[in-house]
């Protein structure tokens, strides 16, 4: 019976371990592999996939492959990509503890010798930076101070990045100050000034306008 049921787990370990990496949707599981490749274009288009998502285990994911935690391995004939910690020595062997890219799962110890580092050279780090800088930014918007709240909504209007705008939106619905708000509206319009198409900016410009907006200005 003890036989049995160890069986029985390792079989349910090992069902969730497949099922986990099955649930991945493709354009994520794509995005992974790409990462592990040598095309810069297609590492960023894989950095956007992720940060898209929103999802803080993706963000954090990529705020470790910004610090160079990031590594690829072989797995059979798939490579794996996985998040590390600080190198150890076990025996005469250098290892690191390393986790699944998502959720964190412990992974044992790797050899060094078997891990690749995934390199996020500057080009890759300036295209993470709009997605850590949102998620920084998304937990000021949530402070109990309209000042904080405010200064944080003007900072991502300075940086009218593209990728903050369904941060700026989602804040906007929910805000009571008429000031954040305004500053707020502002931002949304900054980003679709700089980055929408033709109607999207000429609606923006109008809504500068509106707003009296001396930030605008310049653009």
């Not at 894989?46 to 690829?72: E, I, Q």
């Not at 600080?86 to 690191?96: A, C, L």
């Not at 809504?207 to 653009?219: D, I, K, M, R, Y």
Request: net charge negative; aromatic share 4%; hydrophobic share 50%.
């Amino acid at each position: 019976m003890r036989t049995l049921a160890l069986a029985l787990l390792v079989a349910w370990l090992t069902a969730r371990a497949v099922g986990h990496a099955a649930t991945l949707p493709a354009d994520v599981a794509r995005a992974l592999a790409d990462l592990g490749g040598d095309d810069a274009e297609r590492r960023e288009a894989a950095v956007a996939v992720l940060g898209n998502t929103r999802d803080p285990k993706w963000l954090g994911f990529l705020s470790a492959l910004r610090d160079g935690h990031v590594y690829a391995r072989k797995k059979g004939d798939q490579l794996e990509v996985v998040v590390g910690g600080h190198p150890s020595t076990q025996g005469d062997r250098e290892v690191i503890e390393i986790k699944t890219a998502y959720d964190g799962a412990a992974l044992g110890a790797a050899p060094v010798a078997d891990l690749t580092e995934v390199a996020a050279d500057r080009r890759l780090r300036i295209a993470i930076k709009p997605f850590l800088d949102a998620d920084e930014t998304r937990g000021q918007l949530a402070s109990a101070d309209p000042n904080v709240r405010k200064g944080a909504a003007m900072k991502l209007g300075y940086q009218a990045e593209a990728a903050a705008a369904p941060v700026v939106e989602a804040a906007l619905a929910g805000e009571p100050d008429p000031w954040v708000r305004h500053a707020l509206a502002e931002t949304l319009a900054l980003i679709g000034l700089t980055h929408g198409d033709a109607a999207t900016r000429t609606a923006a410009a109008a809504a500068l306008g509106g707003l009296h907006s001396p930030n605008a200005v310049p653009a």
